[in-house]
């Protein structure tokens, strides 16, 4: 089965600063990858995604990319605000069907 | 409803007691999924419902987990016997159909604590 491998599992940045997130899949046939957001004990929320056809997508200080060969792919996050901290999963499907997430980077954007 | 409802929020079970979990999805969705969310961890697949369809539950830890969904529309996850490793977040997704790219929205999740 599909196997999602995330790193870092901790990162700290200062506001202002950029934040990285990388993921690794396993699975070539997988072909939307969503980026989650989850607050201490909230649902989490989706904030970006991309699909197998696309290389980059961004929305205001968001990006997503991908790499179809490499099987891998990036959450890009400009100018961080405090309200960013929380953990931050990605993920892997086949057509919509079951994903397979990440272990989760927890971000905290200190001022 | 305007989200995703699971109840209850909170559920302690003593070691061996039977427990309940519902989902109430968005109305309308027709895909329906069941995670479980260990403390640290991501989210683990455990079943997934296509209307009132089990179509995949190969991700059930054991034959203690029973979920379904018979109208097509609230779920049921029934966890019997209960053991301490089954303490975690049981989160329900659903989404408007099965397809590609179709965004799955979340549910608070159910915190279950195995005492």
């Known amino acids: 089965g599909e196997n999602v491998e995330q790193h870092p599992s901790t990162l700290s940045v200062q506001e202002g600063d950029s934040a990285v997130i990388k993921c690794t899949y396993s699975d070539s046939a997988s072909n939307y990858f969503p980026w989650y957001k989850q607050e201490l004990g909230k649902r989490p929320q989706l904030i970006i995604d991309?699909?197998?056809?696309?290389g980059e997508k961004k929305d205001q200080r968001i990006a997503v990319t991908l790499n179809k060969t490499a099987k891998h792919f990036s959450l890009h996050i400009t100018e961080t605000q405090p309200e960013d901290s929380a953990v931050y999963f990605c993920?892997?499907?086949?057509?919509?069907?079951?994903?397979?997430f990440g272990t989760g980077t927890q971000l905290k954007v200190e001022l | 409803g305007a989200g995703v409802s699971q109840s209850p929020r909170y559920k302690v079970a003593k070691r061996g007691q039977d427990v309940a979990l519902r989902c109430d999805p968005i109305?309308?969705?027709?895909?329906l999924f069941w995670y479980q969310q260990a403390l640290g961890q991501g989210p683990e697949f455990l079943t997934y419902f296509q209307n009132e369809a089990q179509l995949d539950k190969s991700g059930l830890p054991s034959d203690r987990f029973f979920a379904e969904r018979p109208e097509g529309s609230v779920s049921t996850l029934k966890i019997q016997r209960t053991q301490q490793e089954d303490s975690a977040v049981y989160l329900c997704?659903?989404?408007?159909?099965?397809?590609?790219?179709?965004?799955?929205?979340f549910g608070q999740g159910t915190r279950l604590t195995v005492v």
């Open positions: 991309i699909r197998s056809n696309v």
């Open positions: 109305s309308g969705h027709v895909s």
């Open positions: 997704a659903s989404s408007l159909s099965q397809g590609t790219y179709t965004e799955a929205f």
């Open positions: 993920a892997a499907s086949k057509g919509g069907n079951k994903l397979t």
